[in-house]
């Protein structure tokens, strides 16, 4: 019996455009459109990877940085992929590309995320802001998160 080949996390590329956003929309209720992932791909202040399954994008990470501060925008991964690590290996990448230029990353996440809170809690990101009703579709508050770079836990 041959076995399946693990999901592979590759730089995000003009190619993955149409995947990406189509897994924005699986995962966000304000997703981004198509061309806001184009124009981050022109970005030089962007950098993002995607973790594709059979040619299928079934993950993905993308960030925007300026000077030393990385800022994490989205993370997200199919529902049936999830609990499998894929989010931890796609920032592990973002980690990897940035070591020695950002210092610092900064994120914020909806309250009642728990999942995506657990996370950022288990790759080493502490509590450092609330914004009340920061969010919509549905209202809801951010808790805002930052992480030194350079101080890496489990699998990051
Ligand atoms: C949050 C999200 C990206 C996690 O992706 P994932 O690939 O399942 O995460 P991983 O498998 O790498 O999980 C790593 C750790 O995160 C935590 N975690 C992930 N999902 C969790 C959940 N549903 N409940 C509790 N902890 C969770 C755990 O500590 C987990 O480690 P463990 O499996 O060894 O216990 C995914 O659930 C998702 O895409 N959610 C919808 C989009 C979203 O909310 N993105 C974040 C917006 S800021």
New binding site residues.
């Given amino acids: 019996m041959t076995q399946r080949a693990e999901p592979q996390i590759t730089l995000f590329s003009p190619e993955n455009i149409h995947g990406v956003a189509a897994l924005a929309r699986q995962?966000?209720t304000t997703p981004w459109s198509e061309e806001i992932y184009r124009r981050e791909l022109e970005n030089p202040q962007s950098v993002g990877f995607v973790c594709t399954d059979g040619g299928n994008v079934i993950?993905m990470i993308h960030c925007n940085f300026v000077l030393d501060e990385l800022t994490l925008n989205t993370?997200?991964?199919a529902e049936n992929?999830?609990?499998?690590?894929?989010?931890?290996r796609l920032w592990a990448a973002v980690c990897g590309m940035m070591q020695g230029v950002c210092t610092v990353c900064y994120?914020e996440?909806r309250e009642s995320?728990?999942?995506?809170r657990?996370?950022y809690e288990?790759l080493g990101f502490r509590q450092n802001g609330y914004r009340p009703r920061y969010y919509s579709e549905p209202e809801e508050a951010a808790v805002l998160m930052e992480k030194r770079l350079g101080t890496e836990t489990k699998g990051a």
């Fill in positions: 995962c966000f993950g993370l997200c991964v992929y999830r609990r499998q690590g894929i989010a931890r994120l996440v995320n728990l999942a995506a657990t996370l288990s």
